[in-house]
């Protein structure tokens, strides 16, 4: 079955990974590429929040990101399918999203951005993966079915969505809902307040001293990501991860379980794409997963979290 030919009419789409795994990869690459731009621009935040991409009505953003007294922003439009780099002072350049080699996606981005006078230095390999071929030498990754690439994006959407409204529950430190394009997932993290233990690293490509800023607090963190299912994977964990964690009642029963080997609860992004009440489904894993973490680790609840409903009788 053709990667786009279902789905479309489903605020969840489908979208089977083995029918986009090599435009996948290739937008994974390009993504990087953007997200460095970020990162050589944007000053730091904990735990590296300011590398992060949003999802957009159209896309994936970088939001503004300064430069001098300027600003500007880069966003993946999966409707249009371009890249568009837009500037404070008005101007603005257009990279076409098709078939292409990273190094060309790679030489046309830093082109349009140098015809804005903007530079970007950025380191010239990707992070997170393995083998990490440079930017400018990958000819290897060059797929882009523009179908796949919007329904990963409806997919985005979905999931940010609810991500969102799950977040709206937690008043302590909480993360943006954003993707890290490391490891190509949607993110959402809480934080119970408390510092972690050094993380040990061990990303491919990447130092561990990224880890150790990332993990530097203990969390509870969930997300998307398009892998672990049939058609990608919601996700729960938590660092350190607390005694008892494994072992936690998570709902849906039968539907999310625990792999030992990511150290990391599971659900099928099809289970709750075919689920009666996708929503519900999901809010279950994201709430019990999250408790898994909050119960175990001793949180204090009573001072982390409200109902994000409290004031709706007073509003004009």
Not at 180 to 186: H, Q, R, S
Request: aromatic share 12%.
């Amino acid at each position: 079955m053709n990667a786009h030919s279902s789905g479309t009419g489903s605020a969840w789409p489908r979208l089977r990974v083995e029918d986009w795994t090599e435009t996948r990869d290739t937008l994974h690459m390009w993504t990087q590429i953007i997200g460095k731009i970020r990162l050589a621009h944007a000053p730091m935040v904990n735990h590296w929040w300011q590398v992060t991409l949003y999802v957009s009505p159209r896309g994936l953003t970088t939001s503004a990101i300064p430069y001098g007294t300027r600003a500007f922003d880069i966003e993946f439009d999966f409707i249009d399918h371009d890249l568009v780099i837009r500037s404070s002072d008005g101007t603005g350049r257009r990279v076409s999203l098709e078939p292409k080699p990273v190094a060309r996606f790679h030489q046309e981005t830093m082109r349009a951005l140098a015809e804005l006078d903007i530079e970007a230095p950025i380191r010239p390999r990707p992070n997170e993966v393995e083998p990490a071929i440079p930017f400018a030498e990958d000819f290897q990754h060059c797929s882009y079915d523009a179908g796949a690439a919007q329904l990963f994006w409806r997919q985005l959407l979905q999931a940010d969505r609810v991500l969102g409204r799950f977040r709206s529950h937690f008043i302590g430190k909480v993360s943006p809902v954003h993707y890290f394009w490391g490891a190509m997932d949607l993110a959402c993290t809480r934080f119970s307040g408390r510092p972690a233990p050094a993380h040990p690293g061990g990303a491919p490509n990447c130092g561990d001293w990224v880890m150790v800023e990332g993990y530097s607090r203990e969390l509870s963190s969930c997300g998307f990501w398009p892998g672990g299912g049939e058609e990608g994977a919601f996700y729960a964990y938590a660092y350190p991860e607390p005694e008892g964690f494994a072992d936690h009642p998570v709902r849906p029963a039968g539907q999310a379980r625990y792999s030992q080997d990511l150290r990391q609860y599971l659900l099928p992004y099809e289970a709750v794409r075919t689920a009666g009440d996708p929503d519900r489904m999901l809010m279950e894993f994201l709430q019990t997963t999250y408790e898994a973490a909050a119960d175990n680790a001793r949180w204090d609840r009573g001072m982390l979290e409200d109902d994000p409903g409290r004031w709706d009788d007073g509003r004009p």
